[in-house]
């Protein structure tokens, strides 16, 4: 090439930071190439199913598999008793994979057979005889903390009826629990007492958030196979590939060294793989025993009955404030519906106490819960992680509290909510802040004051339709959490001789685009086009470690762990060629896929070029770089109180609706959101993830509601449980907040779940506003809210229960 | 019962009702309803499926004289989109327009609808008040036999038909409306469609000087089976649809019906429901 | 142990001649027998439009269909509109536009935006959001979706 030419080329500089990227996997999904677990077959493979209880609270008196055993095809049956060294597994260990001796709800498991095809697994189930003995069902978490309760998990009794001495420190599911009470959060600061001696007006009531699970579209499903030597190979959807590992080798009592997990894409997460859940464990149970590749799929039917849901919740708010408007104190007492087993959902006070604790500030404030066992489904994580109970609450107690004071529901929040800076009383710190940024800019974008004064005086004008607008404000972690040993996330970057990457990283994707922004931010400090990167992110056996997708932590952990490999990369290779040309490093940059001049932008060489020089000479040299990323977060301490996310996002959305006085129909017409992001990446992607949640808050608000009666669940379907649908979605004007986070990846925090925490909270001001009547309980259903309407709804009051 | 032994796809009507006359066939038209419910186990087919796909006889939807032929093959999308049916029986657009998904009209059959006579199908309830009847096929001897029944005396329960096991639905017959002719329907639901109706109101008859004549009224999951409303009808008989005459209908409507409490809604609301919108329907009949 | 009856028709241009069960859905004939897996399991009962294919030029749930009633008759699968130029655009519309997240619901919606499309060349927003209400999807909020098919079907009004 001729160096005159070559020298005249200048690079002008270019970000991909804030574009509109599509999604890298985006064209295999829309020509229907993407395979998913449903999508992969096994050769040898066999087919999983599991019986499950036909009674909600039962004594298991005998099993008979002999008829499911002869059926043809059929390769293995197994009860608790062919598994005599099952493990506890869930949060609480609290229970086995295969029950043992008693089913406390609606889906445990009680045998699972593996056949030659799913017609003939099921057939071998109906084959199967349980001899069942009734308990007492406790459907009701109030009536499971009355003195004298039956247990849900008694410790055993010797055949004689007697006590057994179990061993210290053995499980729940081993020695039991001699009271109903699965966990228990109490937190404080400052004093109550005082902050409600300090008030001009209080207000209490009792708010009672409903059952609804994540409906992810792709049902779940694992393929489990064992190698000649015992290794094994899963083929899961967990989100959390890496802490799983070592808890399902402990499963099967080996090193955690042989298992591997690959990760096929998912069909949807929002939160609900992040247990171990029993039909798992019983899927490498069939594996073992038969030698051969089991897969096992969930119909919807079975998704529905054997997935977690959303934590249900009762809580008792009282909050007070003074006449300027200033907030002087939140006590909250909330009962947790755990289910008949310990999952992730008994875990939610950890969000919901920081909710009630920092959002806004709160002088004075004093928390607890109790998460109580009942013969109901149990609850995991999902999406919000108890922020939407909480905000639900907090929110119907601003817009009461402003009107009690006679002020300006805008003006009380701004008054209240908190700046960068400041620390709230639970200890987090707002290094970056744009909550009054979203306050102000949702109320302008949506004519807030306008509307809401405008609504108010129409209420009593002729018409069935009433228009109402409400606002809402939330919190939630940005910067990952840091509730395990480590909150970090493993990336290893390497280059080929054609300047491509090969971005390694330890971050699962479940769909929610994190390829793309990891891309992006490599591409963003080695000057390359997205094109140039491959992303390798779903094989615990090349990965690097990572603690899991959850807390809204992918791209702010995996980004800053991918932009230190990408630098390190970046330093390596202007290096070489500072060396080379004989200029130094900090003259030359990356750009376009060139090294060049930093000041000018002119050509140096082409980076390719350069990597081959460096690979094909004497000393051979590859760039190859590794990172480990550990955010600057704390762990709480035994009060709860430490700085547990390295950045916390903001977000304000303001719904409007229209009741139908006549039918209790509420149609969501219009959601305005503000959202402190830090910064946008991919406005592609994050538009996207904003718009996923909202509908996914429209669906919590008006629409899903997953009926469980005396612990049967009724409606385990699409057609009485009710997803939001096309037709019915509001118009949607977001807008980013760049407070430019100082920790965060080029500024960004992570927004995952904030979406659609503030919608139920806001369309329940929104009613308010529209009809003057408050509702505190969820879903608001047609008939919930033309009764309410009509005064046909009981005040609700929980007294808040108080364990010694 | 007898297992599955035997599957059959006739190409004229004499084939199909020569297969019934054993009376052990499950017949399938578009599916939408028999797919689910054999899959889930809820309903179990019988020796014989008969698939009537491919009989001719069974389609089409034209003008017979005075009266609207809708096959019994015709599926939603057709009726809703067919020129006949637009210009002359708007309320069953209304309906259809209301009906599952693009999906689900585009498969589903009017003869499936009618067949698997649900309390909330959702054709139901204008076929009534437009005084549809039913045509059946069977072969009681060696010869097709034909015959109608009012829909209106169709229906017996939840699923259930006063169709013999040998009889196959052909089709539908509307009289056409007479001049004056109004007729609404409304179904209740959060959904525009893909929505079980928690109720359905249809209304019809024929409005002359602000006065309701062969007044029609019906009812869609209120009850075991989609009904006509007799004392509400009685009621409307000859009324002049003023306010309080709307009042004092939409009430006796209310006390007429008598629903059931099940995971869509409670009886009281669906007797609130009905009263609120027969009331809306009313006053939209009078000011059309 | 169960009926089978044998079957022939065009799947995705070409003709096929199969052997299944009775009473087996279209769906599981697609992914089991034939080997198709674009169409997607979701519900299996109609409430979900992911196993939404072509049969005679007409949307509809794989999931409601018996396999045999695909006898003699023409079916596109999401496999099948590989070749169709006018998917193409859908296609890309999708990407380009964001409407695939985890991309579990995307055949399905563009099985049905495609039929749609067919139906009326140009919709508008609420024609679309009609046409979409038989699918649904979990992780999008439907609106980058609704986007992408009327901007296809706009794109072709100017050439
Ligand atoms: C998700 C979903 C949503 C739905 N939404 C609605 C809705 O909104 N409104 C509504 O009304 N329905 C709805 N349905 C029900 C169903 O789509 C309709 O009832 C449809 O019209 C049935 O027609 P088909 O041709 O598919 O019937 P098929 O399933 O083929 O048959 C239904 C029954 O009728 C019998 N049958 C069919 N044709 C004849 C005939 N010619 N002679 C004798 N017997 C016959 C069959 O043996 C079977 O028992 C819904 C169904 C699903 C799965
Ligand atoms: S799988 Fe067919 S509609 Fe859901
Ligand atoms: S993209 Fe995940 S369900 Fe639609």
């Known amino acids: 090439m001729n160096v005159a030419e070559k020298k005249a080329r200048v690079i002008e500089p270019d970000s991909l930071i804030g574009k509109r990227i599509p999604k890298m996997d985006a064209p295999e999904k829309a020509s229907g190439r993407t395979r998913y677990i449903h999508d992969i077959n096994l050769s040898g493979q066999l087919y999983g199913k599991i019986l499950r209880s036909a009674r909600i609270h039962a004594l298991i008196k005998s099993i008979d598999v002999s008829a499911a055993r002869a059926l043809p095809g059929v390769h293995v049956v197994i009860t608790a008793a062919d598994i005599p060294d099952q493990r506890p597994i869930g949060v609480a260990k609290d229970h086995f994979p295969l029950k043992v001796g008693r089913v406390r709800s609606q889906r445990d498991e009680i045998a699972a057979v593996a056949a030659e095809s799913e017609e003939i697994a099921e057939a071998a189930l109906k084959l199967i005889k349980v001899e069942y003995e009734d308990l007492p069902v406790i459907s009701n978490p109030e009536d499971a903390i009355k003195p004298g309760a039956a247990l849900i998990h008694p410790e055993p009794h010797g055949a004689d009826g007697s006590h057994l001495h179990l061993k210290q420190g053995m499980s729940i599911a081993h020695k039991g629990k001699p009271d109903n009470i699965a966990m228990r959060f109490d937190y404080v600061h400052g004093d109550v007492v005082q902050g409600e001696a300090e008030s001009d007006v209080v207000v209490e009531d009792t708010f009672k958030l409903h059952y609804v699970t994540h409906c992810c579209m792709g049902v779940s499903g694992m393929i489990a196979e064992f190698d000649a030597s015992g290794n094994v190979l899963m083929y899961s959807n967990t989100q959390v590939p890496f802490l799983h590992k070592r808890e399902f080798a402990e499963y099967l009592n080996i090193d955690p060294a042989r298992i591997r997990i690959i990760q096929p894409p998912i069909g949807g997460g929002f939160g609900s793989k992040l247990d171990i859940y029993p039909f798992e464990v019983i899927c490498l149970y069939l594996a073992r025993a038969a030698k051969r590749p089991v897969k096992m799929l969930f119909t919807r039917e079975e998704e529905f009955l054997a997935s977690p849901t959303r934590q249900p919740v009762l809580l008792t708010l009282r909050s007070g404030c003074k006449k300027d408007g200033t907030l002087t104190f939140r006590q909250v007492h909330t009962l947790h519906d755990n289910g008949a087993y310990t999952s992730w959902g008994a875990t939610t006070p950890f969000v919901m106490m920081q909710t009630f604790s920092s959002l806004y500030r709160v002088p004075h404030c004093d928390y607890h819960t109790a998460a109580v066992y009942t013969n109901n489904p149990y609850a995991g994580s999902f999406r919000g992680y108890g922020n939407l109970q909480a905000t639900f609450a907090i929110e119907q107690h601003m817009d009461m509290l402003a009107e009690k004071i006679g002020m300006d529901p805008l003006e009380f929040r701004l008054k209240n909510a908190q700046d960068a800076g400041e620390v709230t009383g639970q200890g987090m710190s707002f290094k970056s802040c744009g909550f009054k940024d979203c306050i102000t800019t949702a109320a302008k974008r949506s004519d807030y004051a306008r509307k809401a004064r405008e609504n108010a005086a129409n209420r009593d004008k002729p018409g069935n339709i009433k228009r109402g607008i409400g606002m809402a404000s939330m919190l939630h972690v940005g910067g990952g959490a840091k509730i395990y040993p480590s909150d970090g996330c493993g990336t290893i970057l390497k280059m080929d001789d054609f300047a491509n990457v090969t971005l390694i990283t330890g971050a699962s994707e479940i769909g929610q685009g994190s390829e793309t922004v990891l891309s992006q931010l490599v591409c963003e400090e080695l000057g390359l086009p997205i094109s140039a990167v491959t992303v390798v992110n779903n094989d615990t056996a090349i990965t690097p470690w990572d603690v899991g997708v959850h807390a809204s932590r992918t791209t702010f952990i995996a980004g800053n762990s991918a932009i230190g490999a990408a630098k390190k990369a970046k330093s390596k290779i202007l290096a070489v060629a500072a060396k080379k040309y004989g200029t130094a490093e900090d003259e030359l940059d990356l750009r376009g896929g060139f090294v060049i001049q930093a000041a000018s932008g002119e050509v140096v060489v082409e980076l390719s070029k350069l990597l081959r020089n460096l690979h094909f000479q004497d000393k051979a040299e590859l760039v190859m770089t590794t990172f480990y990323y550990e955010p600057p977060s704390v762990h709480q301490d035994k009060g709860f109180k430490g700085d547990v996310s390295a950045a916390y996002a903001w977000g304000s959305q303001v719904v409007e609706v229209e009741v139908d006085t006549d039918t209790g129909i509420v149609r969501m017409t219009k959601v305005t959101g503000a959202h402190d992001v830090g910064r946008v990446l991919n406005r592609l992607g994050i538009e996207g993830q904003i718009e996923g949640g909202v509908v996914m808050g429209q669906g919590y608000a008006l629409t899903e509601d997953l009926l469980i009666q005396n612990g049967v669940m009724k409606n385990p379907n699409f057609r009485d449980y009710k997803l939001v649908t096309a037709p019915e979605i509001p118009e949607m004007d977001i807008a980013f907040i760049e407070s430019m986070d100082g920790e965060g990846p080029q500024g960004a925090k992570g927004v995952g779940e904030a979406p659609s925490i503030c919608i139920a909270a806001a369309t329940a001001n929104a009613i308010a506003n529209a009809t003057g009547v408050r509702m505190f309980e969820l879903p608001f259903t047609p008939e919930k809210v033309y009764r309410a309407l009509h005064g046909q709804t009981p005040k609700l009051y929980w007294k808040p229960w108080k364990a010694e | ?288 | 142990m169960s009926l089978k009856h044998d079957i022939e028709f065009t799947l995705n241009g070409v003709k096929r001649r199969v052997s299944v069960d009775v009473t087996m859905n279209a769906l599981a004939m697609l992914r089991e027998v034939i080997g198709l897996t674009g169409t997607k399991y979701g519900c299996g009962e109609g409430e979900c439009g992911a196993c939404t294919i072509q049969v005679d030029g007409v949307s509809l749930n794989s999931c409601l269909m018996f396999a045999v009633d695909c006898d003699g008759r023409n079916v596109t699968t999401i496999e099948g509109l590989a070749n169709d130029s006018k998917a193409d655009a859908l296609r890309e519309s999708f990407v380009e536009h964001g409407a695939v997240q985890c991309g579990f619901c995307t055949p399905g919606m563009i099985m049905q935006a495609d039929h749609m499309l067919h139906k009326h060349a140009h919709p508008d927003e609420a024609c679309v959001k009609r046409g979409l209400e038989g699918n649904l999807c979990r992780c999008t909020g439907y609106k980058k979706i609704v986007d992408a098919v009327v901007a296809c079907g706009a794109a072709e009004v100017t050439p």
């Open chain 2, 1 to 288: 019962m007898t297992e599955l032994k035997h599957y059959f796809a006739p190409t004229s009507l004499d084939q199909a009702v020569e297969c019934l006359k054993d009376g052990d066939v499950t017949i399938l038209a578009g599916g939408t309803d028999l797919t689910p419910q054999s899959q889930a186990g809820r309903v179990k087919i019988k020796h014989t499926l008969m698939n009537i796909r491919h009989i001719p006889q069974l389609t089409g939807i034209t003008l017979e004289g005075r009266e609207i032929h809708i096959g019994a093959l015709a599926t939603i999308t057709e009726i809703m989109e067919h020129p006949l049916v637009r210009q002359h029986l708007p309320v069953l657009v209304e309906a259809c327009d209301h009906f599952a998904s693009d999906q689900i009209r585009n498969a589903g059959t009017i003869g499936g609808n009618i067949c698997n006579a649900s309390p909330a199908g959702d054709t139901l309830i204008p076929l009534l008040v437009l005084d549809a009847s039913v045509e059946l096929a069977s072969m009681p001897e060696a010869k097709l036999y034909r015959h109608t029944m009012p829909l209106s005396t169709f229906f017996v329960g939840p699923g259930k038909t006063r169709k013999s096991l040998c009889e196959l639905v052909t089709g539908v017959r509307i009289p056409l409306p007479e001049q004056g002719h109004v007729a609404r329907f409304f179904k209740l639901g959060t959904r525009p469609a893909l929505d079980i109706s928690t109720i359905s109101i249809g209304v019809a008859g024929t409005l002359r000087d602000g006065v309701l004549s062969n007044a029609r009224v019906a009812f869609g999951a209120v009850a075991p089976t989609p009904t006509r409303a007799a004392q509400t009808e009685q009621a409307l008989e000859g009324q002049r649809l003023d306010a309080a005459t709307i009042e004092k209908v939409a009430a006796i409507a209310r006390d007429e019906v008598k629903p059931i409490d099940d995971v869509r809604a409670t009886a009281w609301y669906r007797k609130e429901m009905i009263h609120n919108i027969t009331k809306r329907i009313l006053s939209h009949v009078a000011q059309a």
